[in-house]
Every structure is written in structure tokens, then in C-alpha cells.
């Protein structure tokens, strides 16, 4: 039998000014005292398992490792238990009565800063424990260490200036938490909303949670398994869970690394790129923890934009516990983490890309302008990234892509930038007049499809040292070609753009003869430097301003064209109706450029032409 007495203690100062704030600040994520003492229970319970490694003489040594939270909604109380380390009486005095929470030492250095009360800082940092007093009107902890001689005892405040100790007979090992809710917190009696709670929160956390005696925690920390002991329908599983999701995961990457920071890391690609189907922009869901526990489920920096797409879980010791969703923002730690995941994750696709060659064109097809967008925005990882893209080209069948590290291995020594062409498709761009000047020369052109396409290699514009070039640039310059056979003469060349300037007028720039063109007529460059063609039909889809500035270009003529040569003949004989084909010319150079504004004068002026046929 104990002869001790209650004795009373006051707080230290800072914990009052703590309570304080905590009791009387209208802090509305009141729940996270819940998430705060079952952390608290977790660690407790994880320091027994690791004192058991070394002691043998442990009190209640039988007791299971479990976490036991119930609810009386009668006497409006919630009660959290755990059977693990316990506190002695000393304990209890230092843990619960003074300042060893980092946490709090935080909060209350940021208060000071600041100068002022500032009530909304509570939300930016957890506050352990005492976060039990906002719900409050008292808190009991009863509380048996592990070591054989130390008898129990019952901590009990209600979070003004003191707290009381005594005596607490036929307490078993581990610490039990009473708390007497206050009238506007009686919710947390009720075992639903605890549940949701509990579910949300604590749903990892690697030792059994009982609420009012029925398991709530099913999925195991899966994450800090070994993988080799993982089935794959754990996984899926798990992220269907995690991730609230459907569908079976894409790509895993489940890692751990131990510098610069420990981490354990499962990641996953979704089936589908959602945002592609037009649903909502897709937020950033890969969740914190700290030891099992959650910190965040959707924290904002974490990963970078271009990653929203990725599920899973990032778990790292090293960050504190505390640590709320507000104070991530300007978490160096958060930068840190951000900066080791991103990098693991690029290289897991590296990998992927290159063992997994079917799989990877599956995970672009869906997900890589994604990687676009960060190989556009993302200055950091551009580098990585760009090396990820991948595109049709000139040579490749339809369907199958090439890298641009290919890309650069397929280039005659004479070549220096890499071209490139965006259009709608394949086939518009096969028949369009900009290829064939470049396959005349065995010039390899990469084939974008995607409306961002132009921005992004306008973004990225080198790689490797060579420049991304668009090949219906005008200022694109092409090797001479072996003069053929039939065509027309340098003069008669001159003589003929030089009519055509005339005859178009203000429609062109320029006209001269072109370089690039083996087959077709003509085709039309811009010349507008800082309007392409795609803008200019981007801009008119949106029905913004730019699409109405007059157009310019350049038409380039093929003086090998049998078209041509019938133009110069009959350009002085019957100059009327050379000047109809002249403007068909163009209209059609301009449809092949996807710059035909209005076909309406065209159909007219081809009836024109057909009456003279
Ligand atoms: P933190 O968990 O970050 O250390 P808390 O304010 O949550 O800060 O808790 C303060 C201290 O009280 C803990 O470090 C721990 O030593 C002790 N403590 C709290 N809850 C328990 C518990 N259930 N079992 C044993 N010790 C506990
Ligand atoms: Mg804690």
C-alpha cells in the first residue's frame, strides 16, 4: 500500500501560457487531438518494443501491444489506452508538466517572434498533448511504467495553472487517458465520429486500434515492409485503399533510402490520367507520415506540380511529428524530402524507359505531358525530364516513338539543331509541304501532336547542345540539292516570284523559291516572328485578339513544279487567269499551313478557274 499523497504542482510557466492558447483559442480542427494522443500511444508502445530487446524484467510483460480507445457518450467521455512504456511519477512531472515538446517550444519561440497572442498560430503547430484541452474540461492520465517497482499514478488537471498527481492502485503497465469532454465537444463521445476520425488519421499506424473493442486499423504499414515479402494484390489493395481508388496501379516504385533523410516511400501511377478526360485538375495526393502516423494526406510541396498525378505514401522519421499542414509550406525538411523523392522518381522512370520499353510508351501515352509540363516548367529536373520525352518521328512507324537522345545518335555530322514539326497528325503532317524538303535531305523530323507541344519545346529549346528547331520556321536554312533536271532557270525564277510579290500583294511577305519543297508547288512560311501557326489557331479557337493582325507570310515557290512551269508560261499570255491560280496557290499553301482564315473567296475563284478549263 502506497503512503503517498495527492500533491499538487504548478505548470511551468510556458505550459500555462500554452494552455492557455490551447483552451481558449477557437482552433477548429479541434479532432487533431485525437491523431495527437494516439501518436503519442504509438510511440509509447514502439519505445516498449524496442525496450524489450533488452530488458527482461518488463511489468505486465503478457499485455498485447494495442491500442484500446473507447466512448461513453453518457458521461461524455473518450478514453485512449496503451499498453506500452508508461510514465513514472518523475515521469509524468517532466513530460506533462514541462516544456520537452519541441512542438510547443516552437509554437511558443513563433509567439514570442510575433510579439503578440496570436491565437490563429496554434493551427500552425501541433501541440501534442495538450491539444487534449481543447476538448477538455479534464484530463486523467493513469499511467504504470514498464520498470517492476514503480507503482501507478493518476495525473489529473483541467488545464488551468496546476495539476494534481496521486496514486493510482491496480493500474496495468502503459498509459490510459481520460478525457472529460467539454459540452461543446461531446461529438467526441460518439464512437461514429471517432471512428471517421480514427479511420482517417490512424488507418497505418502498425499497432492494432480498438474502438469500443472492434479492430478499426486494417491495412498494415505496408510501406515499411520489406518488398521482397510483398504480393503484388497487397499493393493493389493497399492503393485502392490509400488512394481511394478503383482502378489497379500503372507503376509502383516502393523504396527506402536512409541519407540524406530517412525516408520509405510506395508510390503509384494510376491506370488513367483523369485530367485527360477532362475531369478536375488533379491535386497533390501523396501522403505524409512520420512514423506510421499521418501528418498530411495532401501535402502541397512535398512533390513538384507536374507530379500531382502520383498516389502513395512518403514516410520519413526525420520529420517531426508535429509538424502541421500549415507549416509545411516553408519546411526546409519538406524541400528536402521533395528534392530526394523527385529524383528517385525520374530515375525509376529512367529504368522503366529503358527495361520496360512497352510498358513505359503505355505510362507516356497516358501520363507524359505531365512530364511535359515539367520538362517546360520545372527548371530543377529539366534535365531528367527532356531525356523522358518521347515523340513520333519522320522515320519512326506510326505509333512508335523515338527519345531524343535517339534522336541526336541518328544525326549526319553536318547537322546541328533538331527539327521539329507540329500538327494535328500524322497524316496532316506527311502531307503537309514542310516534310518533304527535310526527308530530301534524310533529315529526321520529330512529330508533335499535343496543343502544349509548342510551348513546351519552345521551353526547353536545346538539348544536348542542339537547338529544338521548328521546321516551318522561315528562318530554318536547308543544304543545296543537286539540281534537277526540267526546272526553271534562275531568271525565269526571278522573273516569276517577282510577279507573284506583285500580283498577291499585301497577302505575302516575301516570295521566293524555296529550298525545301520537292514535290509540292509551294507552301507558305510564317513570317510573323512571334505568332507560329499553331498560336494563330490556338488563339482563334479561344477567340482571343492575335488571331485577327493580319497575316504575313512568306511563300516559298518550287521552281521543279510542273505547276510552276505552266505558271510562268502563261503568266504573260493570259495574265488573268494566272493570277486566279496564283491566289489558289497561296489559299492552298496557307491550308496546309492550317492559316486559311475564311475558304469562302477560294470557292469562287475555283469555279473561275473550272469555267476555263
Ligand atoms: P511528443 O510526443 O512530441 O514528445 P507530446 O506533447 O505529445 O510531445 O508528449 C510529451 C511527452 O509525454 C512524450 O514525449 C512522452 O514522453 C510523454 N507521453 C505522452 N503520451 C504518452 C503515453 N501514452 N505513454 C508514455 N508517454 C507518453
Ligand atoms: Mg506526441
Not at 485525437?34 to 530487446?53: F, G, Y
Not at 494526406?297 to 502541421?324: C, M, Q, T, Y
Not at 496557307?590 to 475564311?598: E, F, K, T
Request: net charge negative.
Amino acid at each position: 500500500m502506497s503512503t503517498e499523497t495527492p500533491q499538487k504542482f504548478e505548470f511551468q510557466a510556458e505550459i500555462k501560457q500554452l494552455l492557455d492558447i490551447v483552451i481558449h483559442s477557437l482552433y477548429t480542427e479541434k479532432e487533431i487531438f485525437v491523431r495527437e494522443l494516439v501518436s503519442n500511444a504509438s510511440d509509447a508502445l514502439e519505445k516498449l518494443r524496442h525496450t524489450q530487446l533488452t530488458e527482461k524484467e518488463i511489468f505486465d510483460d503478457k499485455l498485447d501491444l494495442e491500442i484500446n480507445v473507447t466512448t461513453d457518450d453518457k458521461a461524455k467521455t473518450i478514453t485512449i489506452q496503451d499498453f506500452g512504456i508508461g510514465m513514472s511519477r518523475e515521469e509524468l512531472v517532466k513530460y506533462l508538466g514541462t516544456i520537452a515538446h519541441s512542438g510547443s517550444k516552437q509554437f511558443l519561440k513563433a509567439l514570442g517572434e510575433g510579439g503578440q497572442k496570436n491565437a490563429n498560430l496554434i493551427g500552425q503547430f501541433g501541440v501534442g498533448f495538450y491539444s487534449a484541452f481543447m476538448v477538455a474540461k479534464a484530463v486523467k492520465v493513469y499511467s504504470r511504467s514498464w520498470r517492476k517497482d514503480e507503482p501507478g499514478h493518476v495525473w489529473i488537471s483541467d488545464g488551468s495553472g496546476s495539476y494534481q498527481i496521486e496514486p493510482s492502485e491496480g493500474e496495468r503497465r502503459g498509459t490510459k487517458i481520460v478525457i472529460e469532454l467539454k459540452d461543446d465537444a461531446s461529438d467526441f463521445a460518439q464512437d461514429g465520429t471517432v471512428k471517421e476520425i480514427l479511420e482517417r488519421y490512424s488507418a497505418f499506424v502498425s499497432f492494432p486500434i480498438n474502438l469500443n473493442g472492434k479492430r478499426v486499423n486494417t491495412v498494415q504499414a505496408l510501406w515499411l515492409r520489406n518488398k521482397n515479402e510483398i504480393k503484388d494484390e497487397e499493393y493493389t489493395e493497399f492503393y485502392k485503399f490509400q488512394a481511394h481508388a478503383y482502378d489497379e496501379p500503372r507503376l509502383r516504385l516502393h523504396f527506402s533510402a536512409d541519407a540524406p533523410l530517412a525516408i520509405n516511400a510506395l508510390l503509384f501511377v494510376p491506370k488513367e490520367n483523369t485530367e485527360k478526360f477532362g475531369f478536375a485538375r488533379l491535386e497533390q495526393s501523396v501522403a505524409l507520415y512520420c512514423r506510421k502516423v499521418l501528418i498530411d494526406a495532401k501535402p502541397k510541396n512535398l512533390l513538384p506540380e507536374w507530379l500531382r498525378f502520383l498516389k502513395g505514401v512518403v514516410d520519413s522519421e526525420d520529420l517531426p511529428l508535429n509538424i502541421s499542414r500549415e507549416t509545411m509550406q516553408d519546411k526546409a525538411l519538406i524541400e528536402k524530402l521533395n528534392k530526394v523523392i523527385t529524383k528517385r522518381f525520374l530515375k525509376f522512370l529512367e529504368e522503366e524507359a529503358k527495361n520496360r520499353v512497352d510498358a513505359y510508351n503505355e505510362f507516356y501515352s497516358e501520363f507524359g505531358i505531365f512530364l511535359k509540363e515539367g520538362a517546360a516548367m520545372d527548371f530543377a529536373h529539366k534535365d531528367q525530364l527532356v531525356k523522358l520525352l518521347r515523340f513520333e518521328s519522320s522515320i519512326t512507324e506510326k505509333g512508335k516513338t523515338t527519345s531524343l537522345a535517339d534522336y541526336v545518335s541518328r544525326m549526319g555530322s553536318e547537322q546541328k539543331e533538331i527539327y521539329y514539326l507540329v500538327g494535328p497528325s500524322r497524316a496532316a503532317i506527311e502531307s503537309g509541304p514542310y516534310l518533304e524538303g527535310f526527308k530530301a535531305r534524310n533529315l529526321e523530323v520529330l512529330f508533335c501532336y499535343e496543343a502544349v507541344d509548342e510551348y513546351v519545346m519552345n521551353n526547353v529549346r536545346e538539348f544536348d547542345g542542339k537547338k529544338l528547331t521548328a521546321a516551318d520556321h522561315a528562318d530554318v536554312k536547308l543544304s543545296d540539292l543537286p539540281k534537277p533536271e526540267g526546272a526553271l532557270s534562275e531568271d525565269d525564277t526571278k522573273k516569276l516570284t517577282a510577279w507573284l510579290k506583285d500580283t498577291l500583294g499585301e497577302r505575302v511577305a516575301e516570295v521566293k523559291a524555296s529550298d525545301r519543297l520537292v514535290d509540292s508547288p509551294a507552301l507558305a512560311l510564317n513570317a510573323d516572328k512571334f505568332m507560329s501557326p499553331h498560336m494563330r489557331r490556338m488563339m482563334k479557337a479561344m477567340n482571343k485578339d492575335g488571331a485577327d493582325t493580319p497575316l504575313r507570310v512568306n511563300l516559298e515557290i518550287n521552281p521543279r513544279s510542273p505547276v510552276m512551269k505552266r505558271l510562268f508560261e502563261t503568266h504573260t499570255s493570259t495574265p488573268d487567269k494566272a493570277k486566279l491560280v496564283a491566289e489558289q496557290i497561296l489559299d492552298n499553301a496557307l491550308i496546309s499551313a492550317g492559316l486559311l482564315d475564311d475558304a469562302t473567296p477560294m470557292v469562287a475563284r475555283l469555279y473561275k478557274l473550272l469555267e476555263s478549263v
